[in-house]
């Protein structure tokens, strides 16, 4: 009873330069050049975008909340609806519903927010599983005690890149993918779908290396924040994403490297 | 644009004024009426049982579909982030427990649910009924008494999804089942028909009950297929049933894959998969109805941990593999011929015949019961194709990804783990493995097919865009197929140098500084630059670059095409000519032999040229023309390093501070570049 809509690129004169350039052979780097070019005022939008705040703010509070005695219940102070002694996973659906209760009903709610909320839970599986070097089994201490090492200047810059960097490959990946499989086949841009599936590795691994912008940056502002304002608020974060945002289009709109 | 807003005005409350541009008004009884909500076979006997809020329910669930189709989402809407496929739906409807349904529980359960359901926002405003309408005039009641009370209420839609669920119940089991069938298009009674007959005739205890019902409404109310809130008027009418007859279970069978509704390719995002039996939606029906019934009502998904190939197994082993073929998936209803009842091309139809295919039940149903074989027909450009490539692309990543790369791409699950009950670990686990063994069916499904296909394959005689060309090419050789580093289907030379600027098919490939390489649409401007970059501290006039550029094809960029020489091309070789006659006296002035041999030399091939394009009678120079080569010419050049400057922008400075451009145009760089051509 369930089906899936696709959609295409527009016929536009800047999506069918993307359109072209995929056609053509153009590499991930020119292609991000040129979807953040056409996508800018999503792009703008994005930079300020409610769920693009949550989201961060939701992830500065972690490494905060871990290095608390009871982190359950510093979690749950902080919106988090955790049980007890929460694992990985729990921790995971308690951020990606304090999202979603962020926006009741969807008013205002756009597919970025969608993107956003995913790529928290992504990285915060990402942030965890690498230093815990697995997913299943590790228990809620090593949990809180992972996230609370995140609360340095470069773990916090590393968690915040992970997030920037997860953030722009689905967005990227949320125009392009509407056309580049049409260029698959004997004689086109990819010969096979492996091919394609190629290029999307190199599309996010471009995506990571762009977010290598956020990484300093982000750590020195967590750190900073936190030491002068004894907390992070909405606002701060909005701040910074602000920022953020904008020197990842920055990055990617520079071109060729 | 923001998303779209639309009042809807239902029952009596269709014929108030309302401040607003755009209503829709949805009449569910005379005059006037354009929706028309009918039940079929429910039994009399029953009907008696019905609570008031219930009714109050079905008509909401109804005024909701049909509002859902009645307002379009949208275009793609890839400029505004989906903006649009959101839309703002203010409902006005009249009800008989109106303190019921404004109590804020009951208000904020409803909305919750569907706001989840669809992606909408909705602001229900409920009134109390003047003359509420009698249950019955909806029902048309079966010939005879149903005898017994069911111990199942199963939602049952005629796909092969809910076969299975009614495989299960009635077949296997044996169990007293209700099936509750929406019939949302005609074209399924036939084929409807036939299963129902099929599940009468092997059921192990009782002949199932079937409750049909349906919606009719004006055509004028048909604008948008997704139909996302059908499975809350589906969950409704199971409710409903279930209340008549005192359970207090309602049971959706949907496998796990679509129901979990990981995306199936990167630009789906939130509600455009679909969130039909999603454990959100189901723990929010639940809790709805629960409020509604006073007591606990749930509502339940028993293929959850299933995949489609699984129930196909299913079916197969209780030995209903011959009512595959009577089932419908296809979500294309326009489509649908009774020779041909599915696409082939939607994600429903694509997900329907890996499952056939992988239980190894392909002898149950025509492969031309489809519009387009999986395998091995041309598939169009645009959805039919994306769809199937990125369902075969993410099956081909899933299978190869462990558990934590899987949650690492996948962070639509954090909305499902804690909806499941139980530990959110051990939820995420089952959710990897499930995945996991839809991969592995898919890609069987493709494995056999490149085996039993192989000589077509080895010999390219499939189409090109079918998917076992789409998988596999054998002019490919295997390290280009994979692609490298993603920037080219045909991999660049790993001695590539570090400044190069040359045509690549149709366009143009420039590399500055051993960046990454930059790929130009086609653009006579990058002829020009190529001629420039190729003799540095040469000056050449513009009709010269002209000329060197064009040659016998001058035709093509400037002119009609036609036999003749273009106007245009006829003034340049003109005016070359009598630059070429300047130049050789300036020479032979200057006693420079060796100039002068060349100028000559070049004099002598320009009128062979025009002598065997047909040119005749004498050219004079003039300024208009001359000017209007050097803007052809250098517009040209600038539009081209404009495009540079946005995808290389250290080659353009370079680029730019070393051309000079005019009557006479120049490449002059202060350090010597060595461009590859």
């Known amino acids: 009873m369930g089906h899936t809509r696709l959609g295409d690129l527009p016929r536009t004169r800047k999506w069918q330069e993307v359109v072209s350039l995929i056609a053509g052979g153009a590499g991930a780097c020119q292609v991000a050049n040129a979807v953040i070019r056409a996508a800018e005022r999503g792009l703008n939008l994005a930079s300020e975008h409610a769920a693009l705040v949550e989201a961060f703010w939701i992830l500065t509070q972690l490494p905060v909340a871990a290095r608390e005695p009871d982190f359950s219940a510093a979690l749950r102070h902080r919106g988090l609806p955790v049980p007890d002694n929460p694992g990985l996973m729990d921790i995971v659906g308690a951020v990606s519903e304090a999202i979603d209760s962020r926006l ?7 597919d970025l927010w969608e993107m956003a909320q995913a790529a928290a839970c992504e990285c915060i599986v990402e942030a965890v599983t690498k230093r815990t070097g697995g997913l299943f089994g590790v228990s809620a201490d090593d949990v809180k005690r992972t996230m609370a090492s995140m609360a340095t200047v470069k773990q916090f810059g590393d968690f915040a890149r992970q997030f920037y960097g997860r953030l722009t490959d689905k967005v990227l990946q949320y125009y392009v993918s509407r056309t580049t499989a049409n260029h698959v086949g004997n004689g086109m841009r990819f010969a096979t779908l492996a091919a394609k599936a190629e290029f999307d590795k190199a599309l996010a691994t471009h995506c990571r290396e762009a977010s290598k912008i956020v990484e300093a940056f982000a750590g020195e502002w967590f750190s900073k924040t936190n030491w002068e304002k ?27 490297k | 644009m923001t998303s779209k807003t639309r009042y809807v005005m239902c029952g009596e409350a269709a014929g108030d004024q309302v401040d607003a541009a755009d209503v829709l008004r949805l009449r569910n009884l005379e005059p006037n009426r354009n929706v028309n909500l009918h039940i079929d076979d429910i039994s009399r006997s029953l009907y008696r049982d019905v609570p008031p809020q219930f009714l109050d329910l079905v008509e909401i669930a109804t005024f ?30 009249p009800v008989r427990c109106v303190d019921l349904w404004q109590q804020s529980e009951v208000a904020t359960a409803l909305q919750t649910v569907l706001s989840f359901l669809s992606e909408d926002c909705y602001t229900l405003k409920f009134r109390r009924y ?20 069911p111990e199942r209420i199963v939602l049952f839609s005629g796909g092969l999804d809910s076969l299975g669920g009614a495989v299960q119940e009635i077949v296997v089991e044996g169990r007293a089942t209700a099936l509750v069938t929406h019939q949302s298009c005609a074209k399924f009674i036939n084929r409807l028909r036939m299963l129902r007959q099929m599940l009468d005739d092997r059921a192990k205890g009782p ?28 969950a409704v009418l199971g409710a409903t049933i279930a209340q008549m007859c005192g359970l207090d ?34 723990a929010g029906f639940q809790h709805l109805f629960s409020l509604l019934a006073g007591r606990p009502l749930a509502v339940v998904n028993k293929f959850l941990w299933k995949t489609k190939g699984e129930i196909v ?19 294309h209803t326009w489509e649908m011929s009774n020779a041909q009842p599915h696409c082939g091309k939607c994600s429903q139809c694509i997900d329907r015949r890996f499952a056939v295919l992988a239980a190894g039940a392909g002898q149950f149903e025509r492969a031309d019961s489809y519009g387009v074989d999986l395998l091995v027909q041309a598939r169009d450009e645009g959805e039919s194709r994306t769809m199937l490539a990125s369902y075969v692309e993410t099956a081909q ?22 909806q499941l009950g139980g530990s959110a670990d051990e939820n995420a686990r089952r959710i990897y493995d499930l995945y996991r063994r839809h991969a592995d069916e898919v890609l069987k499904v493709v494995d056999s097919g490149l085996q039993a296909h192989a000589s077509q394959v080895r010999a390219r005689s499939l189409p090109e865009s079918c998917l076992l060309r789409l998988v596999h090419d054998p002019s490919v050789p295997p390290e280009w197929a994979s692609g490298g580093t993603g920037t080219m289907s045909v991999p660049t030379e790993v001695s590539d140098p570090d400044y190069f600027f040359r045509q690549r098919g149709e366009g143009w490939q420039l590399r500055f500084a051993g960046h990454e390489p930059q790929w130009l649409k086609p653009a006579i401007g990058y002829a020009y630059l190529r001629e420039l970059l190729q003799f540095p501290n040469r000056t050449f006039s513009v009709c010269q670059l002209l000329v060197a550029v064009h040659g016998e094809k001058a035709i093509l960029p400037l002119g009609d095409g036609g036999k003749d020489f273009d106007a245009t091309a006829k003034k340049a070789y003109a005016i070359r000519l009598q630059e070429l006659d300047e130049e050789l006296e300036e020479a032979q002035e200057m006693n420079d032999i060796g100039r002068a041999e060349k100028l000559g030399t070049e004099r002598a091939q320009l009128l062979e040229h025009i002598r065997k394009s047909g040119f005749r009678g004498t050219a004079k120079r003039s300024d208009s023309d001359l000017n209007n080569i050097r803007n052809s010419v250098c517009n040209a050049i600038n539009r081209a390093l404009a495009t540079i400057k946005k995808y290389e922008p250290s080659a353009f400075d370079h680029l730019k501070s070393a051309i000079s451009t005019g009557f006479s145009v120049v490449y002059q760089p202060t350090e010597s570049i060595p461009w590859s051509f």
């Open chain 2, 130 to 149: 003047n003359s509420p309408p009698t249950f019955d005039r909806f029902i048309n009641f079966g010939d005879s008494d149903w005898g017994f009370k």
């Open chain 2, 313 to 331: 197994k299913l079916i197969m082993d209780a030995g209903c593999g011959g009512m595959i073929e009577w089932s419908t998936s296809c979500t």
């Open chain 2, 207 to 234: 002949k199932p009950l079937h409750v049909t019902v349906g919606i009719n409404k004006d055509e004028s109310l048909n604008h948008e297929y997704t139909q996302r809130s059908r499975s809350f008027l589906y």
């Open chain 2, 64 to 93: 909701v579909y049909v509002a859902d189709q009645a307002t379009t989402r949208g275009g793609a809407g890839v400029d505004n982030m989906g903006e649009e496929w959101r839309r703002q739906l203010h409902f006005e409807i």
């Open chain 2, 397 to 418: 990543q899933v299978a190869a990804m462990s558990e934590m790369e899987f949650f690492m791409r996948f962070g639509e699950v954090g909305r499902i783990v804690r």
């Open chain 1, 230 to 256: 004894k907390g992070i608020s909405r606002d701060d974060a909005k701040g910074f994403s602000h920022v953020a945002m904008q020197k990842m289009v920055a990055e990617l709109k520079a071109g060729a």
């Open chain 2, 249 to 282: 279970e309602v049971r959706f069978y949907e496998n796990g894959t679509v129901s979990l509704n990981l995306p199936v390719s990167r630009q789906v995002v939130g509600a455009k998969a679909t969130r039909t039996t999603h454990p959100k939606t189901l």
């Open chain 1, 104 to 110: 009741p009903n969807n008013n205002g709610r756009t």
